[in-house]
C-alpha cells in the first residue's frame, strides 16, 4: 500500500524554552537561607577596563610629563588623589563625601594599590591645595590623551565643529564667585557660569573655564578661542567655531581669524541692512525666506558676512474679532541673524549652525557627571575640581568609543553613515556595574564575570580592543591603522609637549 508522503510524514517536535548554558531558574522565598564567603566581590567589575584605558593611553606617564604638582607635598602623591576622584566620578558618584559608600570595595583598592582608602578628609586638604595651575595642566593631559585616544580608535577628521556655550549653577551660601545673574531657572538667585566648548563630532568635552556668575565678556571668549591650537590634534585642518548671542563681538570674530577657524556666531543687537530684494525661500515653505550681506557693525574693524532667517509672526485671531495689521512690515517677521566667514548660501550656514543644538544636551549630561556638584568654597578648588569631572567625562567618551569599535570589514555602509552613542547613565548601566569576582592565587590576579552576562559580548570586544592597544602600542604611530587612503602627515605626541613649554 502506497502513503501518502505529505500525510504520513511528522516532523519531530522542538523542545521549547532551552537556553545555552542550562541556565535554570532558581526560586527565591522569604524562607532562603543567606551566608557568606571569603572571595572578594565587586559590583563594579567595569573598573577594569578603566585600568586597561588607562595604560593602553599611558595616562601615568603623560600625566606625569604635564602635570603641575601643588605646592603642598603629599604622602600618596598627586596621581593617587587625582586616581581616586576620577574613579568616584567614574562610578558616578560626584561629591567627595561618597567615597564612604566604595571605601571599602575591593576594586577600588586593588586599583589604587592601597589596603585601606585614606580619610575623606585627606581628599579633602588636596582637593583646596590645587588650583589653576592644576586645572590649566589637566586641560594639556586631556589634549595628550585625545590625540591617543583618536589614533587609537581611527578617528582623523579633516574638520570639526566647536560648539560654545555656557551654562549657569545655582549655589547656596558662601561661595566665592558667586553672582546674581541671568538665572532662568532660579530667578534672583546667586550662581556660577561656567563655560564649555564640545567637538561635535565625538561629543567630548575640549576645554573650558570655570567663571564667576556674570555674562561673559568677548575678550574672555576671545582667550578661550585662542587656546584651542594647543589642544586640537594636529591633523584637523579645518575647524568651525558655533556660538549663541552671548558670545557675539568683535574680540571673537578677531580670534577666529587669527586662528584660522570658520565661525556661525548667532549675532544681537545688530541689524544689517539686507536687499530687500534679496530675500528667497527654499522648499515648500515659501514663508521662511533667506538673505545675506556684508556689513561692518560699529567698532569692528572690517566688514563681515552676515546671514538672516525670517519666519513670519503667527497670528491668532477669533472671527469675529477684526485682524489688526503691523504698523512695520519688519514686525511680521521674527528674524535670526548670523555672522559667518562660510561663504555658502544663507540656507546652508543656517542648517549647519542649527546642529550645534546637540551641545545643550552634553552640557546637561556634564552637569549629571558632577559639573553641578560645587564642593567647596574656595573659587581655584572648584576651578580644578571643574576640569577633573571633565577629564572624567572624556574618559567614559574613550570607553564608549572601545566598547562600539569594530574592524572596518565588520561594519556595514549603514552603521558607517549612522554612528549613534548611547549616554553615559546607559553606559555606565552596561560595562561598569557588572558583578565581579576577585581570585588571587600564585601569585596572580584574576578577575571572573558571571558566564550568563548578558552584554558579555559588548564587554569581550572592549577588553579585546583595549588589550590590543595595550600590546601594540605601536598603532599610536602607525598611520596603516588610522582611516584607510589618509596621508596625513602625523605630529608626534611629544610635540604639543615642546609646544606648551615654548
Known amino acids: ?27 527565591i522565598k522569604a524562607s532562603t537561607r543567606q551566608g557568606y564567603i571569603d572571595e572578594h566581590l565587586s559590583p563594579y567589575g567595569g573598573l577594569l577596563p578603566l585600568v586597561k584605558l588607562w595604560d593602553g593611553l599611558r595616562f601615568d606617564v603623560q600625566f606625569s610629563a604635564f602635570y603641575c604638582e601643588p605646592t603642598r607635598e603629599t604622602q600618596y602623591g598627586s596621581l593617587f588623589f587625582i ?57 594639556r593631559v586631556m589634549g595628550v590623551l585625545r590625540e591617543r585616544a583618536w589614533r587609537s580608535l581611527g578617528i582623523v577628521p579633516e574638520c570639526i565643529h566647536l560648539d560654545i556655550d555656557t551654562t549657569v549653577e545655582t549655589v547656596y551660601g558662601l561661595i566665592q564667585g558667586a553672582k546674581r545673574g541671568h538665572n532662568p531657572g532660579h530667578r534672583g538667585k546667586k550662581g556660577l557660569r561656567p563655560v564649555l566648548t564640545f567637538i561635535a563630532e565625538t561629543r567630548e568635552y575640549l576645554t573650558g573655564m570655570f567663571r ?33 548671542s552671548e558670545m557675539y563681538s568683535w574680540a571673537a ?11 556661525i556666531i548667532s549675532a ?11 530675500w528667497y525661500s527654499v522648499g515648500r515653505d515659501k514663508g521662511i525666506q533667506y538673505n545675506s550681506c556684508y556689513f561692518q557693525p560699529s567698532g569692528w574693524k572690517k566688514a563681515c558676512r552676515f546671514v538672516a532667517q525670517r519666519i513670519p509672526k503667527e497670528r491668532e485671531a477669533a472671527p469675529s474679532e477684526p485682524v489688526q495689521f503691523e504698523l512695520f512690515e519688519d514686525d511680521r517677521y521674527k528674524y535670526r541673524i548670523f555672522v559667518t566667514s562660510l561663504t555658502k548660501r544663507a540656507h546652508q550656514v543656517i542648517e549647519e549652525y542649527d546642529g550645534r543644538a546637540g551641545a545643550e544636551t552634553l552640557i546637561g549630561e556634564a552637569k549629571r557627571e558632577g559639573l553641578a556638584a560645587i564642593p567647596g568654597k574656595k573659587f581655584q578648588s572648584n576651578y580644578a575640581y571643574f576640569q577633573i569631572v571633565m577629564l572624567s567625562y572624556n574618559l567614559w567618551r574613550y570607553m564608549i568609543g572601545f566598547a562600539d569599535l569594530k574592524d572596518q570589514e565588520q561594519k556595514t555602509q549603514k552603521e558607517q553613515d549612522h ?68 596621508h596625513l602627515p602625523m605630529q608626534k605626541i611629544f610635540c604639543m609637549k615642546n609646544a606648551v613649554r615654548g
Not at 578661542?225 to 590634534?233: R, V
Not at 570674530?253 to 565661525?263: K, S, T
Request: proline share 4%.
Open 83 to 139: 586616581k581616586g576622584l576620577l574613579l568616584l566620578l567614574f562610578i558616578g558618584f560626584c561629591r567627595l563625601n561618597h567615597f564612604v559608600y566604595i571605601c571599602d570595595d575591593p576594586m577600588l583598592l586593588g586599583i589604587l594599590g592601597v589596603e585601606r582608602l585614606p580619610a575623606v578628609s585627606t581628599f579633602w586638604r588636596y582637593l583646596q591645595s590645587i588650583g589653576r595651575h592644576q586645572s590649566m595642566s589637566l586641560l
Open 1 to 27: 500500500m502506497v502513503k501518502s508522503e505529505k500525510q504520513h510524514k511528522q516532523k519531530k517536535g522542538i523542545k521549547q524554552g532551552e537556553k545555552e548554558g542550562g541556565r535554570k531558574a532558581r526560586k
Open 268 to 278: 544681537k543687537r545688530t541689524r544689517p541692512p539686507f536687499d530687500p530684494k534679496g
Open 419 to 486: 554612528k549613534t552613542q548611547n549616554t553615559i547613565h546607559v553606559s555606565r548601566l552596561k560595562l561598569l556595574f557588572i558583578a565581579a569576582k576577585i581570585v588571587s592565587g600564585n601569585n596572580t590576579v584574576k578577575i571572573h564575570y558571571s558566564s550568563h552576562l548578558s552584554g558579555r559580548e559588548r564587554l569581550d570586544r572592549l577588553i579585546h580592543n583595549l588589550d590590543i592597544l595595550r600590546k601594540h602600542p605601536e598603532i599610536l604611530n602607525s598611520p596603516v591603522y588610522w582611516h584607510q587612503g589618509s
Open 253 to 263: 570674530v578677531n580670534a577666529c581669524l587669527r586662528r584660522g577657524y570658520d565661525y
Open 212 to 244: 564667576r556668575g556674570e555674562t561673559i565678556s568677548g575678550q574672555e571668549v576671545a582667550r578661550l578661542i585662542l587656546s584651542f591650537g594647543k589642544l586640537i590634534p594636529g591633523y584637523v585642518k579645518r575647524v568651525i567655531v558655533r556660538a549663541d
